[in-house]
């Protein structure tokens, strides 16, 4: 057993690997520092660690449970904890900032060591794949050879698919939530409009914007339409339907006078002081160019994961207009025509793509189940 | 935390005796998993199985099971030719839109298969039919004619006359007489279509 972690102060590690990193574009990152935080405690053959994923613009604070006090809750309070879905009783559990975020790990906000400032649009276009790789590094780092778990819904799912793709031999078993195997035309194209109302702020100064004033107005844009594909038509009707905010009359002007206006702006605003404009570039684009098949059978990787019999669990939702349960059947499609051991279950929800981050007694008890898969035999 | 012994119904029991230890099985319609998690736990199968229903197939992966939702005519149409060992079809086959199709798929994706169906031929749904002039409500089949979700009925016999008519192989029957899906039940072997209240069947190409 390791040493008592409750009695470390709480927060965020960070590991800056050693070398640069070669992304599969084939630019170099001449320095890349990770961010991360975990939970529970590494049992000594290292066979407990869980990785989690985050999703487009989430961050390591999955729980806050780890320090004492003063930790604000997680994205994924409600799944991760002692006794919880994922229990960090039983779990050595694990989120790192993704690359190219803004939360820690390295990414367009940070400091260009050849010249002293920010990287802006300087910074290398990255893939999921690239983030996955610097997590793997961390996961050396760490000591950890095989994952108990590799754990993401959304862009965090796409970064579980890079996981069995690349590193087959490391994944002890995975779960896919709301994602897709290849972005879609219709997800490339709200992730355009997001990127073209950042780009189009004048203060965006073609990304060389630190020191100066943000894309404030762009990013906030970004960020509503980015709202309106995590909810659904189901979702917007009964939160807002046609109600008016703060007035009983149409005001007949363009001020936020429907109730789902205000949400969407105070959502845009709210967004702005946590987020960079260009992570949300480089992290969209990474996320349009992900399509997981090519090269997935003729790298080995599938037969691989048949071949040791890695289970694989996918989960979808059925308002979820962004990665629509056909998007994620097409994983378990793919999976099944390898033979890979793959379970599917599509949850019944009405709150659109955002279900997966919402308490759910559904998915808690399926997670319990999987990932103690072994423990049934 | 395993839920290894409960005693398995009388159906399911039989067909359980007929699977190999450590084979590959698939499930068709495996509800909330009774039966794979037995052969899991008994015969160390390597289990799959497909169920529609949102809350059973959650009642599998909850027991450790490896389960895709969906409808069988669709999931089982992924999987590699002869990729299981067995492909089981336990009490589903009456409420299948298309049986040809289904018997088909599930010898393409398995070497064998297991039809289990309840006998419409039995004595008691003919005299009851003959008696009261009504369509027979049974233990087996406790539906009315609106809601059933058996849209159609047969009997040992013509499930025989489908495998010649078909061209699949019978390897193994057992007609059984088991009430109220029990743990107990006997074999019928004098007069089965007529005193035999389920039929099962394995089957190969």
Partial sequence: ?377 | MSDASPPLRYDLSIIESWITPGSRVLGLGCGDGELLAALKHRKQVVETGIEIDEALVARCIQRGLTVVQGDINEEVKDYPDGFFDYVICSQTLQQAYDPKAIIGEMLRVGKCAVVSFPNFCHWRIRFQMMASGHVPRTRELPFEWYDTPNIRVLSLKDFRRFAKEVGFTILKEAAINTQDMGNSGTEVRLLPNIRATYGIYLIGR
């Fill in chain 1, 1 to 377: 057993m390791q040493k008592d972690h409750a009695e470390e102060p709480a927060g965020k590690e960070f590991y800056t690997l050693e070398g640069p990193v070669t992304l599969e574009n084939g630019h170099h990152l001449p320095e890349v520092t990770v961010a991360y935080e975990t939970w529970g405690h590494l049992n000594a053959d290292k066979s407990n660690a869980i990785l989690i994923c985050h999703a487009m613009t989430g961050d390591s604070h999955a729980a806050g449970i780890k320090g004492a006090h003063g930790q604000a809750p997680g994205w994924w309070e409600t799944m991760v904890g002692p006794g919880k879905g994922i229990d960090t009783d039983t779990y050595f559990v694990i989120c790192s900032n993704i690359l190219g975020g803004c939360m820690g790990t390295t990414g367009p906000s940070s400091i260009n060591a050849v010249t002293g400032t920010p990287y802006g649009t300087d910074f290398p276009v990255v893939t999921i794949h690239d983030m996955v790789q610097v997590q793997a590094a961390l996961m050396d780092h760490l000591g950890i050879q095989r994952l108990h778990a590799v754990i993401g819904g959304s862009v965090g799912g796409m970064q579980v698919l890079s996981w069995c793709k690349n590193y087959p031999e490391r994944v002890g078993s995975a779960v896919a939530l709301a994602t897709t195997m290849r972005h879609s035309a219709l997800s490339i194209a709200f992730n355009e409009v997001a990127r073209q109302s950042i780009i189009s702020d004048p203060h965006w100064s073609n990304g060389h914007y630190y020191g100066g004033e943000k894309p404030a107005m762009g990013l906030s844009v970004a960020r509503m339409v980015g709202h309106i594909t995590y909810l659904s038509d189901e979702a917007m009707r009964s939160k807002f339907g046609r109600r008016l905010q703060h007035r009983d009359e149409f005001s007949f002007d363009f001020d936020d006078e429907f109730q789902v206006e205000s949400y969407l702006h105070y959502q845009g605003a709210k967004f702005v002081d946590r987020f960079d404009a260009n992570s949300l570039l480089y992290i969209t684009k990474a996320a349009d160019y992900f399509d997981i098949e090519p090269g997935f059978r003729e790298n080995g990787a599938l037969k691989r994961l048949a071949e040791s019999r890695c289970p694989m669990l996918v989960v979808s939702y059925t308002s979820d207009w962004l990665y629509p349960t056909y998007q994620n059947r097409e994983i378990v499609g793919l999976m099944k025509r390898h033979g890979v051991d793959v379970s599917f279950c599509e949850i019944e929800a009405s709150c659109g793509h955002d279900a997966f981050l919402l308490p759910s007694d559904r998915l808690t008890t399926l997670l319990t189940g999987f990932l103690g898969k072994e423990r049934h035999v």
